[in-house]
C-alpha cells in the first residue's frame, strides 16, 4: 500500500535548471495537487487537479506547471528554477473534491 | 479568500497533561470541511482528525477532540494525556465545497507543540 509516492526526496538545483517532481497515487483519486511548504508560512497551494486532462492554479502558480495525463500521476516542473523555489515540495490526493487529503513524504528542493 | 489563524506559534505542555490549540478561520460558506494535521520532524503530514461543517458533534479520536463553535467560526484541538510522541508542528487546514474557488487546503502557519518529560 504505497498510497502517495513523491520523488526525489532531495534536490539542488542551479539557478536557471529546469526539474520534474513526480508524484504518484495508487489510490485511484479523482483530485491531485501540489503545495510548498516555507517556514513561518503553512503550506500553500500550486497547482490542483480534479481528474484527468484538467489541471487549475492554486495560490502561488507562477514559476511551475503541471499536467495531468493520467488518474496515477502529477508532476510538477520547474521550467527555470529560481532562488524563491526553494521550499519543501507535497503531493497531496483524495478520493474526491471533498474531505481529508493524503500526503507524499515531501521532496526538499534547493535552488543555488 | 478563506484565511486560517493558528494565533500560537507554540505550545509547551508536561507529559499526561491537556493542552489546546487554538484556529480561528474566515469563510463565508456553510458547508466545508476542517481538519488538524501532525507533522512530526520526519516531515510527514498526518491527518490528527476531520470534522464536517454540516456536523454539531465535536469530533473525537482516542485522546484528541475538538471543539468546533461554527458561529464564532473556531475550530480547537485538545490533546488528553499528552505523550512524548505528540511532539510535532500542528497544522489546522480548511477546504470548501466545490466551486468555492480554488480547490484544496487553505492551511494556518502551525503550532509547535513541546511535550515536556
Known amino acids: 500500500n504505497a498510497g502517495v509516492t513523491q520523488t526525489p526526496k532531495f534536490q539542488v538545483l542551479k539557478t536557471g535548471q529546469s526539474m520534474t517532481l513526480q508524484c504518484a497515487q495508487d489510490?485511484?483519486?479523482?483530485?491531485m495537487s501540489w503545495y510548498r511548504q516555507d517556514p513561518g508560512m503553512g503550506l500553500r497551494l500550486i497547482h490542483y487537479?480534479?481528474?484527468?486532462?484538467?489541471?487549475d492554479q492554486g495560490e502561488v502558480p507562477n514559476g511551475y506547471n503541471v499536467s495531468r495525463s493520467t488518474t496515477e500521476d502529477f508532476p510538477l516542473r520547474l521550467l527555470s528554477a529560481a532562488p524563491s523555489q526553494t521550499s519543501v515540495y507535497f503531493c497531496?490526493?483524495?478520493?474526491?473534491?471533498?474531505?481529508?487529503?493524503?500526503f507524499g513524504e515531501g521532496s526538499r528542493l534547493t535552488v543555488l | 479568500a478563506q484565511t486560517v489563524t493558528q494565533s500560537q506559534p507554540e505550545m509547551s505542555v508536561q507529559e499526561a497533561e491537556t493542552v489546546t490549540l487554538s484556529c480561528t478561520y474566515d469563510t463565508s460558506e456553510s458547508d466545508y470541511y476542517l481538519f488538524w494535521y501532525k507533522q512530526p520532524p520526519s516531515r510527514q503530514m498526518i491527518l490528527v482528525i476531520r470534522q464536517e461543517a454540516y456536523k454539531q458533534q465535536n469530533a473525537t479520536e482516542n485522546r484528541f477532540s475538538v471543539n468546533f463553535q461554527k458561529a464564532a467560526k473556531s475550530f480547537s484541538l485538545k490533546i488528553s494525556d499528552s505523550q512524548l510522541g505528540d511532539a510535532a508542528m500542528y497544522f489546522c487546514a480548511y477546504r470548501s465545497p466545490p466551486g468555492g474557488g480554488a480547490d484544496g487546503l487553505t492551511f494556518g502557519k502551525g503550532t509547535h507543540l513541546i511535550i515536556q518529560p
Open positions: 489510490m485511484n483519486h479523482e483530485y
Open positions: 487537479s480534479v481528474g484527468a486532462g484538467i489541471t
Open positions: 497531496a490526493s483524495s478520493y474526491r473534491r471533498i474531505g481529508e487529503l493524503f
